[in-house]
C-alpha cells in the first residue's frame, strides 16, 4: 500500500539529472498482531550514476528493507510512504518506483534495476541449470530466440568469470562452489545490462579470497557495464573497498551520509564513530579490563602449562559414494594445544578447519595418525569409553539459531548438556545455574523463559556460549562463531570471550576465516589449505612476516577498514595473482 499518489512517470528534472535515483522521505511500515512496525522512518538519500553507495548499520537498521523498497520488493503487509525516483537506463524519463503498475514494475525489474541476494542457495532453483534460469530473466522481458538466449548466457558467465561457461551453463547449482553461485546470481542481475544494480549483504558468508573476487566483480559492473551499485553490509573492509559514497544507518534513520573518505577520516556522529571503533584490526590485540579498568591477564604463561590436545599425523578421509574416489579432507597434520591456550585455525572454506574440529571433539572419526584429546586417543576410540569426556568439552557452532532446538526455550537449551550428563535432574532443577551461565554471558535471567527466535543473532551467540560453558569443560572448539554477526554485536561477543577464557583458563580451538579477528585472540596460527597445514607460529609471526605465499594471499585478501590503505592492498593481492 502506497500513499504517494504522484504520476509514476515523468520527464527527468534537474535536480535528479546527475542521480539515478532518489530516496525521498521514505517511510516503511510492516503491520504485525502487535500493531504497527516501522522499520525506516522518513530517510532520504541519493544513488548518483555510475557510483558505488554503501549503506552500513547493524542488523535491524532498515539497510534490507531500503533496498527492497527501491524496487518495491515489500511484502503485502508493508506500507510506505515517501518517493523513489530512478532514472532509466537511457535517461529518457524517470519513474516513481512507489507508483508504479504492476505492469510497469515487472519492466523495471531487471531492466532498470536487479537485485543480488545474500543467499544464492535461495535464489538458485536446485532442479533448473543455471543457462535456464539465467535465460529465464531474458525471456521474461520478450527475448525469444534459443540461439540468442544461449549466446548471451554464456557471453554474460564468461564476463564474470565462470570458467569453460560454454559446457557449465547445462550445469545445475549444485554443481558450482559458493563463490561461483554468487558470481552466478550476479550474472543474472546483470544480464539485462540494468543501470542499478541492489547487492544485499553479498559476500558475507564467503572466504576473504573469494569476497575479493566478488568485490572486483561489482566493480566491474560500474566500472565496465556503467551501473550504479548500492551495497548493503555489515562489514566495513567492504565499505572502505569498494564504495565511492556511504549511508549510515540505525533503528530505521539516516544518521549520517557523506563520501567514503570523509566517513572514516571524519566521522560527524557518535554512532558511525562506534561503528568504526568496533572493527577488527590486523594487529589489534583485544585486552579486557575489569570494572576498575585494569587489563585482566591469565595467571599462567600458556606455554608452560600441560598439552590439552596433540595431533601426530592426524588423517580424517570421507569415503567415496557411488564409485567417486575417496575424499582426504585432513592430510598428515601435526599440531598441539595448550591449556589456556587459544590456537587460531585459518583457511578458507573446504580446507578441512571444521573437520579438525569436529575429530577433537570426537563428531568425527579419524583415519590415521594419533589424535590425543585431554588424555584419550581417538584413533579407534569407543564411544562408551569417550562418553565421560565429552563433559570436557564445549562446541561453539557457527549458527546458534539452527543448533539450538526451536521448540525449547533458552533455559532448556543451554539446561540440555547437564541434563545429559546427569548433573541435574530437571530443567527447573538447574533453573538456578542456568541463570547464572546467563548472567555470565551479559543476558538478563528474564531470557531463560524466551525462545530461540525471540534473541537476536548476538544474544543467540552468547547463549551458545553459556551452553558450551555449562559443563565448565576445560577445551572450547568454537566454529566460526561471530561470521554473521555486525562489527557493534561481534566486539561484545570477542570481549565476552576473551573475558572468560582469561577466567576460566580453557584451551580453545578458534576456527575462522576472519585473520582480523583471530589475530585479536589467538597465542598461535595454523593456516590450512586443502587439508594440510602451510603455516603455523606465534600470531604475530604470522600476521606481520608470513612465509607462505598462500597465507600472503588469505592477508593481501582481507579488505582493510581504511580507503587509502586499501587500495594499496588491493594492489598487493592483483600482483600476488599474477604471480600464481
Known amino acids: ?25 521514505l517511510s516503511v511500515s510492516f503491520m504485525t498482531d502487535a500493531g504497527s512496525i516501522r522499520a525506516i522512518d522518513n530517510i532520504s538519500f541519493t544513488i548518483p550514476k555510475k557510483t558505488v553507495v554503501g549503506v552500513v548499520g547493524e542488523s535491524g537498521s532498515g539497510k534490507s528493507v531500503t533496498a527492497r523498497s527501491i524496487i518495491k520488493l515489500l511484502p503485502e503487509t508493508a506500507t510506505t510512504a515517501g518517493a523513489i525516483y530512478l532514472t532509466s537506463r537511457d535517461g529518457s524519463q524517470e519513474l516513481e518506483v512507489l507508483s508504479l503498475k504492476l505492469e510497469d514494475l515487472q519492466h523495471m525489474r531487471g531492466q532498470e534495476a536487479a537485485m543480488v541476494f545474500q543467499e544464492p542457495n535461495a535464489v538458485l532453483n536446485p532442479v533448473y541449470t543455471i543457462g535456464w534460469q539465467i535465460e529465464e530473466g531474458l525471456r521474461a522481458h520478450g527475448m525469444s530466440d534459443k540461439h540468442e538466449l544461449r549466446a548471451k548466457t554464456i557471453d554474460i558467465l564468461e564476463k564474470v568469470g565462470i570458467p569453460d561457461a560454454k559446457t557449465r551453463v547445462d550445469y545445475y547449482p549444485h554443481q558450482f562452489s559458493g563463490g561461483q553461485k554468487q558470481r552466478i546470481v550476479i550474472a543474472m542481475a546483470l544480464v539485462l545490462n540494468p543501470g542499478l544494480i ?52 540505525y533503528r530505521g534513520h539516516v544518521v ?9 577520516y571524519h566521522p560527524q556522529e557518535e554512532y558511525t564513530k562506534r561503528l568504526l571503533a568496533a572493527v577488527p584490526r590486523i594487529g589489534q590485540k583485544l585486552v579486557v579490563r575489569n570494572d ?40 598428515n597434520v601435526d599440531f598441539e594445544i595448550h591449556q589456556s591456550e587459544v590456537l587460531g585455525l585459518v583457511g578458507e572454506s573446504g580446507s578441512g578447519k571444521s573437520t579438525t574440529g569436529r575429530a577433537i571433539a570426537g563428531l568425527q572419526r579419524i583415519s590415521d595418525g594419533s589424535l590425543k584429546v585431554l ?12 562418553k565421560p569426556k565429552r563433559a570436557d568439552i564445549g562446541f561453539v557452532f557457527q549458527d546458534p539459531g539452527s543448533s539450538f532446538n526451536p521448540l525449547m526455550t533458552i533455559a532448556e537449551n543451554v539446561a540440555e548438556p547437564l541434563l545429559v550428563h546427569k548433573k541435574y535432574s530437571s530443567v527447573a532443577d538447574a533453573s538456578d545455574y542456568v541463570g547464572d551461565l546467563l548472567e555470565m554471558v551479559q543476558l538478563p535471567r528474564t531470557y531463560m523463559n524466551r525462545f530461540p527466535h525471540e534473541l537476536s543473532g548476538g544474544q543467540r551467540q552468547r547463549a551458545s556460549l553459556a551452553r558450551a560453558l555449562a559443563l565448565k569443560p576445560s577445551l572450547i572448539i568454537a566454529d566460526e562463531p561471530t561470521s554473521a554477526l555486525d562489527v557493534s554485536v561481534q566486539a561484545k561477543v570477542l570481549q565476552l570471550f576473551k573475558r572468560l ?80
Open 256 to 264: 549520517e551520509q557523506g563520501d567514503v573518505e570523509q566517513i572514516f
Open 292 to 331: 576498575s579498568g585494569v587489563a585482566i591477564e591469565r595467571k599462567a604463561d600458556w606455554r608452560t602449562q600441560p598439552i590439552a590436545v596433540e595431533a601426530k599425523g592426524l588423517t580424517v578421509t570421507y569415503p567415496g559414494h557411488l564409485l567417486q574416489p575417496d575424499f582426504v579432507a585432513v592430510k
Open 501 to 580: 577464557q582469561v577466567e576460566i583458563g580453557f584451551a580453545c580451538l578458534f576456527i575462522t576465516h576472519d585473520l582480523a579477528v583471530v589475530d585479536m585472540l589467538a597465542d598461535r596460527i595454523m593456516v590450512m589449505h586443502k587439508g594440510s597445514i602451510v603455516e603455523h607460529g606465534e600470531a604475530g609471526q604470522i600476521m606481520q612476516n608470513p612465509q607462505n605465499p598462500y597465507t600472503r594471499k588469505l592477508l593481501a585478501s582481507l579488505p582493510v577498514p581504511d580507503p587509502r590503505e586499501q587500495r594499496k592492498h588491493r594492489e598487493q593481492l592483483h600482483e600476488l595473482l599474477k604471480q600464481e
Open 198 to 249: 541492489l547487492a544485499d549483504e553479498p559476500t558475507t558468508a564467503l572466504d576473504v579470497t573469494v569476497q575479493a573476487e566478488i568485490l572486483d566483480l561489482l566493480r566491474l559492473a560500474r566500472d565496465e557495464f556503467d551501473a550504479s551499485v548500492l551495497i548493503i553490509t555489515h562489514n566495513m573492509g567492504v565499505i572502505a573497498d569498494i564504495t565511492d559514497q556511504v549511508v549510515v544507518m
Open 1 to 25: 500500500m502506497n500513499q504517494n499518489t504522484d504520476d509514476s512517470r515523468t520527464s527527468i528534472s534537474n535536480h535528479t539529472s546527475n542521480n539515478l535515483a532518489q530516496i525521498k522521505n
Open 375 to 386: 588424555g584419550s586417543e581417538m584413533n579407534g576410540f569407543k564411544e562408551r569409553e569417550f
